[in-house]
């Protein structure tokens, strides 16, 4: 299949959608029907964190990105901070130890092959296509190509939702694009974080540090824990579990 016939097909995918959040899922799902890869999603990020999932394929796409918005590493990360695509084609390779963490945790999900392709908003990094495989090995030239036209393809609806009100300034209108941003996913994220700022008297950076170490620990999602924060099935005032030098994986449960 040629450039043409790939950004074709990726691209007809994703006319039509009813928003910017709805075309860039189909996006993420034309990647694994037209590039042979078994998952794709779309992360945002800045400053050295993921902001949001903007787009996935499936549900487990989205928590592989979610991993790395709770582990705080990934090749999300590493391809918005360096600006250059990001190849692991085998993850349990012992050469490969970028993301300990983060390895772990996709392998656990069956994941073994994972590839990160910026996305660019006027030739700045704003986040990353994730491609990920269950086998073990690299993209073909058919997926590489497509997923480089993918990524491309991606900063469109990122556009749509940042320039959504154009009667801001440029300043403005940047800032309230990656609010918008934010507020796309992770909200019970900054909901949680403001219980735990309440509960323990804590700085928000301090907050959400605490969350996604408790949540590594047992073995959950930043967003999963956030959840189970929101809906009073953890005793935040617990202080063994929420301290900062001991975050045990069996927290007690319960308002």
Do not use: K
């Not at 006319?15 to 078994?38: F, K, N, P, Q, T």
């Not at 394929?57 to 901070?81: I, N």
């Not at 019970?188 to 509960?199: H, R």
Request: with cysteine; hydrophobic share 45%.
């Amino acid at each position: 299949m040629g450039v043409e016939e790939l950004r074709s097909g990726l691209a007809t995918a994703m006319s039509g959608a009813g928003s910017a959040l709805e075309a860039a899922d189909r996006l993420c799902r034309a990647c694994v029907d037209l590039l042979d890869v078994d998952g794709a999603s779309i992360s945002v990020a800045d400053q050295g964190t993921t902001r949001g999932t903007f787009g996935s394929s499936s549900e487990l796409s989205r928590r592989m990105d979610e991993y790395q918005f709770t582990l705080g590493e990934g090749p999300c990360l590493d391809a918005v901070r360096d600006g250059v695509p990001v190849m692991v084609a085998d993850l349990s390779d012992a050469s490969h130890d970028r993301w300990p963490a983060f390895s772990g945790a996709v392998m656990e999900s069956g994941i073994h092959a994972v590839f990160a392709l910026p996305v660019q908003v006027a030739t700045t990094p704003v986040g990353a296509l994730d491609l990920f495989n269950r086998r073990i090995g690299p993209l073909t030239d058919t997926a590489l190509t497509g997923g480089l036209v993918a990524a491309e393809l991606a900063a469109l609806p990122l556009l749509d939702v940042m320039n959504a009100h154009g009667d801001l300034d440029a300043h403005a209108e940047a800032e309230y694009g990656w609010e918008q941003l934010t507020s796309l996913q992770r909200v019970e994220v900054y909901q949680a974080t403001g219980m735990l700022i309440a509960a323990l008297d804590i700085s928000p950076a301090e907050a959400l540090v605490r969350l996604r170490a408790n949540a590594y620990t047992r073995g959950m999602t930043a967003s999963e824990l956030a959840w189970e924060i929101l809906e009073r099935r953890v005793n935040l005032n617990n202080d063994r579990r929420w301290s900062a030098t001991d975050t045990g994986s069996d927290g007690d449960h319960g308002g």
